[in-house]
């Protein structure tokens, strides 16, 4: 019988710090009721200084590792788009501080997408036997690249991680990773981007360069683009699975925005009671999103064993991926 991926630990960490909407700099000229009713978001958490994304990503990996019963995995892969540093990548450290020393260990990067990718690449490895058990982590510190006054994104992304155990398993078990659609287009990759730092724009020294390290965002195009390709993906997945919208019990899309997952439940034809949400706690965690929705959507009651869970994110890139699974039977560890 063919090897399948199957879910077996789930999860995360939040950076003990929340900031509320009324914690952010006046100087943004925004307020709790702006945010709230244009996003969703109440609070998010930012890691401390000198508190970096592989720290974040060590406590989710652990509580995954726990949840999952047993204590070792032969890769770590950590997606997120704030390494702690451009060289080396940051999953070999996360893989030994974890006691994985020896696992294979690389990095991804597709953004707010980057769960997904991870989730295809970790089901790559386990099918073709490359790996038994993967330990996929998604971690992000988006507060070293926000500008803080920037009221279009300051207000919008948090820091966090979230992470899942594959095991090798078979297609048909509760948790089996199936059908997964993944996607891109570069003529978008204005729309989201932090140029300082890379090949082409090397940051140096100089009042002009001043402000190149941080994110920018056409939040309005980016939020077209997130309904639209997110509901493609989402139905490219059903039909693929030789599933319908009325099969999904519960759609844990990306955290972008309130108004874009409610959004894309509508398009998709899922009501909005089977949408999961955590963003109003969380805010956008980027790579992290998916499993902390999971994480707390299992936490809180409404994912439960056995719901269709329809999965799908997009990021900058622009990127974008979605998945169906049978929810398994998981257990949570503090
Ligand atoms: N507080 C108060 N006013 C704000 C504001 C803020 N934080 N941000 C923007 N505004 C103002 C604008 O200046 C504009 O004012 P004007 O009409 O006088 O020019 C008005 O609100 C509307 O701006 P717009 O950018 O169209 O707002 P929006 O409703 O699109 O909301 C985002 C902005 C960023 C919240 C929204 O576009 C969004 O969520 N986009 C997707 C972001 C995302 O998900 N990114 C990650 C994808 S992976």
């Excluded at 590792?65 to 999953?91: F, K, Q």
């Excluded at 077209?224 to 997110?230: F, I, T, Y």
């Excluded at 309130?258 to 398009?267: G, K, M």
């Excluded at 809180?300 to 869970?309: F, I, L, S």
């Amino acid at each position: 019988m063919m090897r399948a991926a199957v879910l077996s630990g789930l999860g995360g960490w939040l950076p003990p710090r929340v900031v509320t909407n009324d914690d952010l700099p006046a100087e943004l000229d925004t307020s709790d009721h702006w945010i709230r009713s244009r996003t969703g978001i109440a609070c998010r958490h930012f890691a401390k200084p000198g508190s970096a994304t592989s720290d974040l990503a060590v406590e989710a990996g652990a509580r995954a590792l726990a949840s999952s019963g047993e204590p070792h995995a032969d890769a770590v892969v950590v997606a997120t788009t704030t390494p702690d540093r451009i060289c080396p990548a940051t999953a070999p450290e996360v893989a030994t501080r974890l006691g994985l020393a020896g696992a294979a260990a690389f990095d991804l990067n597709a953004v707010c997408t980057g769960f997904m990718y991870g989730l295809a690449c970790a089901a790559g490895m386990v099918a073709t036997g490359v790996a038994d058990r993967v330990l996929l982590i998604g971690a992000e510190t988006y507060s070293s690249i926000l500008d803080p006054l920037d009221r279009g994104t300051a207000p919008i992304f948090g820091d966090g991680a979230g992470a899942v155990v594959l095991r090798a398993g078979d297609p048909g078990e509760p948790g089996a990773i199936g059908h997964v659609d993944l996607g891109s287009d570069g003529s978008g990759a204005e729309l989201i981007r932090a140029d300082g730092g890379g090949s082409r724009q090397r940051l140096s020294e100089g009042p002009e360069r001043e402000g190149e390290q941080y994110l920018r965002m056409d939040g309005r195009e980016v939020f077209k683009h997130a309904v639209m390709r997110m509901t493609a993906s989402g139905r490219t997945v059903l039909e693929r699975a030789g599933r319908s919208a009325a099969d999904v019990d519960r759609l844990v899309a990306h955290q972008a925005n309130i108004r874009i997952v409610h959004q894309l439940a509508d398009e998709l034809r899922i009501g909005r009671d089977r949408v999961v949400t955590n963003i109003d706690r969380v805010g956008n965690t980027a790579a992290a999103s998916i499993p902390l929705a999971l994480l707390h959507g299992v936490a809180d009651g409404a994912v439960r064993p056995g719901q269709q869970t329809l999965l799908t994110a997009f990021g900058a890139g622009l990127t974008w991926g979605s998945t169906l699974l049978t929810w398994p039977d998981l257990v949570l560890c503090d």
